[in-house]
Nanobody
């Protein structure tokens, strides 16, 4: 059974940093991070494509967040800097076998982690 196990969430003040980790039990072609705030839809945050080592980000986090991947450990990281209260959400790791196609759409991912809460206080 495929598992994605997230860690690293928590409470931080605005302007602070957190690093999320997601350990996968498969070698995925694409791994991404999504987030969902209360009352809002799940939204794309960042993705890493294994075959080309390319990354993509939502406009709201570009320049502040960095996604990286340790292929040997099948682990993806999300380094979050200059955090803002509007970054508060449950963050989900997602994965799919194929690296082909758009990375932004949640419905294209097959596997999901349980989510980790990130709270940014003002």
């Amino acid at each position: 059974q495929v598992q994605l196990v997230e860690s690293g969430g928590g409470l931080v003040q605005a302007g602070g940093s957190l690093r999320l980790s997601c350990a996968a039990s498969l070698s995925a072609g694409l791994m991404g991070w999504f987030r969902q705030a209360p009352g809002k839809e799940r939204e794309f945050v960042a993705a890493h494509r294994w075959s080309t080592s390319t990354t993509s980000y939502s406009d709201s986090v570009k320049g502040r967040f960095t996604i990286s991947r340790d292929n040997a450990k099948n682990t993806v990281y999300l380094e979050m800097n200059t955090l803002k209260p509007e970054d508060t959400a449950v963050y989900y790791c997602a994965a799919r076998i194929t690296g082909i196609g758009d990375a932004k759409y949640a419905q294209t991912y097959t596997y999901w982690g349980q989510g980790t809460q990130v709270t940014v206080s003002s």
